[in-house]
């Protein structure tokens, strides 16, 4: 990768210390939040801070982890407590929004402050773990399948989101739901797919037992249609039919296991209003009908909203007090997780649930009316503002109420998921081909136990393929930025527009004391760039290891 920062002699130094992935400069005892003495100043070990200290390795094709032998005792006996009171694994919910930004929610200090209260969420958030800095990739599509598939889109190779019918590149890959389905769960997936509309990309064909929801994302079925937004084809009549036969699904569908898609409804923009709704009552029906089963389940539930276009329908149009389309949908959002949390509590399954909730991305800036973020950047880009996502887990009387600023990646999901379901840690390699490398975390302690700390050192941010940056503590080091006004000053710009730009030698931020990542200091902390450039080193030797591959890209 070009212009790695700092100098050569300091790189050679970062060489020698990343010979082995994960490997560490110096190290330091596991001992967080106790005072120490160096050279006279007092101080402080921070929990979650991981600079100083080396990474496990578990096994050749899993990424190394910081170990925390205490707290996984800890959550392994809480696990085998609970199940023999229940007598099966635990159930999983991932909760996915559409484009929702990190202050969009009350947790994060957003909901009724900008115009769109979030109260439910909020409650729920309360009594759970808020992860102040969980990641996502820098769009939709990406995202979804490093969930599926533990894997960075440099490893399962989407690295854009599929339109108009082009295929995604999940097909043959080992899936969340595969692995969870084999080990006895009934996987469910709802709402919004967009990982591929190819045959062996569909949900029913890499793990799921049913699925109802749309193949790609909410504006590919609405915006050719509607003269609002796009006059220059909804009002030509040519052009118009040439979308229309594009071979690209158009339906509000479902399918089950093998089986083919089933259209329901054609989706217009007035379909379109109710649609979540709509998906909000397969789900309802769905833990409903798994209240009495003996089987655990997993429930991947992808929201519509709050991806442009939004046509709020009757109840919600102008019911935020910001009246706009992106706020009333965020209304809705409130009201139709509070719908399901409460069916999982009237049905006596809330204590063996573990419910992840979280958005694709950032907000798409590029739209307006969009999300909010308190970053710089947004969808499509790997400032903070395009990948720093909102995100709590919750388990009633499993997690401890807390907020932690532990690093925690939505590739996470796929080990920690595995590992509810009875494959924790190393055991989850051999789940996997040895020539597939899994970028996530177990993170299954982190949540459990109590005061626990993340069991991930570094954040890598992608752009395309590219190693972008990487985060190690407070601390950010890009090789890759985008620029979205350079080139074109005016207008709503996000992370699609612009151009990407190398980085001079010295793009490293604190997040802590600058996390609009207007201010490097890179200069001023070059002691900093051994671990940081350290970690960049121990992920291009994985790559030389585990290649990447593109599927679908620009």
Known sequence: MKNVPFSKALLST?????????????????????????????????????LARPTTSLADNLMPVISHPDQEKEARQKLADLEKRTGKKPNIVIFLLDDVGWMDLGFNGGGIAVGNPTPDIDAVAAEGLILTSAYSQPSSSPTRATIMTGQYPVHHGILRPPMYGEPGGLDGATTVAEL????????????????????????????FDDFRGFCSVSD?????????????????????????NLPFSKDDVHAVRGGKLEPIADITPEYMKNLDQRWMEYGVEFLNKMADSDKPFFLYYGTR?????NYPNEKYAGRSLARTSYSDCMVEMNDIFATLYK?????????????????????????????????????????EGGVRVPTFAYWKGMIEPRKSEGLFDLSDLFNTSLSLAGKPGAELSSLASKDTFIDGIDQSSFLLARDGQSNRK????????????????????????QDPYLLTPNGSHGGFTGVILESAGSMMFNLYTNPQEDD???????????????????????????????????
């Not at 909203?305 to 276009?309: A, I, K, L, V, Y």
């Not at 573990?354 to 950047?377: C, Q, Y």
């Open 14 to 50: 970062v060489a020698a210390a990343a010979v082995l992935p994960g490997a560490a400069v110096c190290l330091a005892e596991d001992t967080p939040s106790v005072a120490t003495k160096r050279d006279g100043f007092a101080g402080y070990d921070h929990p979650n801070h991981y």
């Open 180 to 207: 969870l389905h084999d080990q006895g769960y009934v996987t469910q997936a709802i709402g919004k797919w967009h990982m591929g509309e190819n045959e062996g990309s569909l949900p029913q064909n890499v793990g």
């Open 220 to 244: 590919m079925y609405t915006e050719w249609r509607d003269p609002n937004f796009n006059p220059e084809v909804a009002l030509s009549p040519d052009r118009y039919e040439y979308i229309k």
């Open 305 to 309: 909203g709050c991806h442009f276009d």
């Open 343 to 383: 069916t999982l509590e009237d049905t006596g399954q809330l204590e063996n649930t573990l419910i992840i909730f979280t958005s694709d991305n950032g907000p798409e800036a590029e739209v307006p009316p969009h999300g909010r973020t308190a970053f710089r950047g947004g969808k499509g880009s790997t400032w």
């Open 458 to 481: 570094t954040i890598h941010y992608f752009w395309n393929d590219k190693l972008a940056a990487v985060r190690v503590d407070e601390f950010k080091i890009h090789t890759l930025l």
């Open 520 to 554: 490097a200091v890179g200069i001023r902390h070059i002691p900093l760039g051994v671990p940081l450039n350290a970690e960049i080193a121990a992920y291009q030797a994985i790559l030389k290891k585990y290649p990447g591959k593109v599927q679908i890209g620009f």
